[in-house]
């Protein structure tokens, strides 16, 4: 907040008008640049997804595998940020700062964003390559969909109007038990089917196309900067809101106190 | 501790008893639902007899929200959790009587729609043993991890809204377990259902220990 433009706020003495600030400037226009090289890689400079069988068949993703540079960054952002949501949770239990608070409410979102955009680019590649748009046996696929409906839940909660700290409170605990919740569900789906439909380790395998890799490796760096873009955003305005907050109840309590000021004098109580 | 604990549960149970909420309107509520389960399957005796155990569970566990809605609506009225909690009983014991009686009324809940699944939907029991171990641990899972969400929504303003959107995505792995441990007992598709027994009690125990440690936190300010 410090970095962030200060003057003529309109919102009182020392709040920032703006969510904007050097660094978040960098970022963004980082994310824009990086994001139209990864359209100019991810179209012209992967070759489509082919192999061919020892039958003669030809096989593989075709042009979906273009998919894979959202999809797979998608996965990768929402699980950083629910991630994030569960240590913030557990540090604001230990530290009970409105800090940690923001913190964990800000990746929630963003975790929530790109899970579902993780399940949608998900769908549409499983379309034309696993011939399906859902498959209810596949482990990551019900695991992050049930993790996605879970932090649905936490922002809900995060949206009652509710005490401040009442509010702060539960959602650290409901964060918590959702992210130890992930695990039960990602072991019991995987109980249940015990089959996945996802590559293993196609990177570790070396399987996979080296311009191919690269795309991929350089669509992670564009999601961790676009991240780290909206996170400072999206924390800065939880800021100025709570901000905002306080200045209401403030001014509340100021023209309550200006009232019983005026009732008071024709009284002629002390 | 335990003597608070038995208390808790004895005054939950109490009220249930002589208010016959559970009885009058929770558990027609849920024959209710196995009848639109007939309905909306149409008059196919074998689909019902395939489907039960899911049917059964999804069930219970919409008749389980209204009941954990409830237990909590008991205590906010006429300020009774600030007593309890002014009354110096240990938060853990709270949270056990809470879970227990919420579990007891889960299993007689079962108890009945397992006889109406019986008769509606035309299943047979091959294994009782197994059947009543998965209820117990089931109820057990379900009860625990709903006391800790209810004590989280309540008096939230909200709760009625709130509590099946937080705690059916979590409750999604006693629904799977329950399932197939049912389905095993009735004998409609092959499944481990001893090894599933294992998970539903291992997600009564996680939650068993997560909701009494954390509900004193949450209690200070209810």
Request: glycine residues 10%; hydrophobic residues 60%.
């Given at each position: 907040?410090?970095?962030?433009?200060?003057?003529s706020t309109g919102i009182g003495d020392g709040i920032p008008a703006t969510t904007s600030s050097k660094a978040t400037k960098v970022l963004g226009w980082l994310t824009?640049?990086?994001?139209?090289?990864?359209?100019?890689?991810?179209?012209?400079?992967?070759?489509?997804?082919?192999?061919?069988?020892?039958?003669?068949?030809?096989?593989?993703?075709?042009?979906?595998?273009?998919?894979?540079?959202?999809?797979?960054?998608?996965?990768?952002?929402?699980?950083?940020?629910?991630?994030?949501?569960?240590?913030?949770?557990?540090?604001?239990?230990?530290?009970?700062?409105?800090?940690?608070?923001?913190?964990?409410?800000?990746?929630?979102?963003?975790?929530?964003?790109?899970?579902?955009?993780?399940?949608?680019?998900?769908?549409?590649?499983?379309?034309?390559?696993?011939?399906?748009?859902?498959?209810?046996?596949?482990?990551?696929?019900?695991?992050?969909?049930?993790?996605?409906?879970?932090?649905?839940?936490?922002?809900?909660?995060?949206?009652?109007?509710?005490?401040?700290?009442?509010?702060?409170?539960?959602?650290?605990?409901?964060?918590?038990?959702?992210?130890?919740?992930?695990?039960?569900?990602?072991?019991?789906?995987?109980?249940?089917?015990?089959?996945?439909?996802?590559?293993?380790?196609?990177?570790?395998?070396?399987?996979?196309?080296?311009?191919?890799?690269?795309?991929?490796?350089?669509?992670?760096?564009?999601?961790?900067?676009?991240?780290?873009?909206?996170?400072?955003?999206r924390f800065r305005t939880a800021y100025l809101q709570s901000q905002i907050e306080e200045l209401e109840v403030n001014e509340a309590l100021a023209e309550r106190r200006?009232?019983?000021?005026?009732s008071e004098s024709p009284g002629g109580r002390p | 501790m335990f003597r608070d604990a038995w208390l808790i549960v004895g005054k939950d149970l109490r009220i249930e008893?002589?208010?016959?909420?559970?009885?009058?309107?929770?558990?027609?509520?849920?024959?209710?639902?196995?009848?639109?389960?007939?309905?909306?399957?149409?008059?196919?005796?074998?689909?019902?007899?395939?489907?039960?155990?899911?049917?059964?569970?999804?069930?219970?566990?919409?008749?389980?929200?209204?009941?954990?809605?409830?237990?909590?609506?008991?205590?906010?009225?006429?300020?009774?959790?600030?007593?309890?909690?002014?009354?110096?009983?240990?938060?853990?014991?709270?949270?056990?009587?809470?879970?227990?009686?919420?579990?007891?009324?889960?299993?007689?809940?079962?108890?009945?729609?397992?006889?109406?699944?019986?008769?509606?939907?035309?299943?047979?029991?091959?294994?009782?043993?197994?059947?009543?171990?998965?209820?117990?641990?089931?109820?057990?899972?379900?009860?625990?991890?709903?006391?800790?969400?209810?004590?989280?929504?309540?008096?939230?303003?909200?709760?009625?809204?709130?509590?099946?959107?937080?705690?059916?995505?979590?409750?999604?792995?006693?629904?799977?377990?329950?399932?197939?441990?049912?389905?095993?007992?009735?004998?409609?598709?092959?499944?481990?259902?001893?090894?599933?027994?294992?998970?539903?009690?291992?997600?009564?125990?996680?939650?068993?220990?997560?909701?009494?440690?954390?509900?004193?936190?949450?209690?200070?300010?209810?």
């Open positions: 907040m410090t970095t962030a433009a200060t003057e824009l640049a990086g994001f139209a090289v990864l359209v100019a890689l991810a179209f012209a400079w992967v070759p489509e997804d082919t192999r061919i069988t020892e039958q003669g068949d030809v096989v593989g993703q075709f042009d979906a595998v273009r998919l894979m540079f959202v999809h797979v960054p998608s996965a990768i952002l929402a699980y950083t940020g629910f991630g994030l949501t569960f240590l913030a949770s557990l540090a604001y239990l230990r530290w009970r700062t409105d800090w940690w608070d923001m913190m964990a409410h800000a990746s929630a979102e963003i975790g929530v964003l790109f899970g579902g955009l993780t399940l949608v680019t998900g769908s549409i590649w499983g379309r034309p390559t696993w011939q399906t748009w859902w498959e209810w046996g596949d482990v990551r696929l019900v695991t992050t969909l049930v993790m996605v409906l879970v932090f649905i839940g936490y922002l809900a909660v995060r949206r009652i109007p509710a005490d401040v700290a009442v509010k702060a409170r539960r959602s650290a605990v409901i964060a918590l038990v959702g992210a130890v919740n992930i695990v039960i569900v990602n072991r019991s789906v995987d109980w249940w089917e015990n089959r996945t439909l996802h590559q293993q380790s196609t990177l570790i395998a070396r399987k996979i196309r080296d311009e191919t890799l690269f795309t991929l490796s350089f669509s992670f760096a564009v999601g961790m900067v676009l991240f780290a873009w909206l996170l400072l955003h200006a009232e019983a000021g005026i | 008893m002589r208010s016959r909420v559970g009885l009058n309107q929770i558990v027609p509520f849920a024959v209710t639902v196995l009848v639109l389960f007939a309905f909306a399957l149409d008059t196919d005796q074998e689909a019902l007899r395939t489907y039960a155990p899911g049917l059964f569970w999804v069930t219970v566990l919409l008749a389980a929200l209204l009941a954990i809605g409830r237990s909590f609506a008991v205590d906010l009225a006429d300020g009774a959790a600030d007593r309890l909690l002014l009354s110096g009983i240990d938060p853990i014991a709270v949270f056990g009587g809470k879970a227990v009686a919420i579990a007891v009324q889960l299993v007689v809940l079962e108890v009945l729609l397992g006889a109406g699944v019986v008769l509606l939907f035309d299943v047979t029991v091959h294994r009782y043993g197994l059947l009543v171990c998965a209820g117990l641990a089931a109820a057990a899972g379900v009860a625990t991890a709903g006391t800790l969400y209810g004590a989280l929504v309540a008096g939230l303003g909200v709760r009625e809204t709130l509590l099946p959107v937080l705690l059916l995505p979590v409750v999604a792995p006693v629904l799977i377990g329950a399932t197939r441990a049912f389905q095993d007992a009735f004998g409609v598709a092959g499944a481990e259902g001893w090894a599933w027994l294992g998970l539903l009690a291992g997600f009564a125990a996680i939650y068993g220990v997560f909701g009494a440690l954390s509900y004193g936190a949450l209690l200070e300010e209810a």
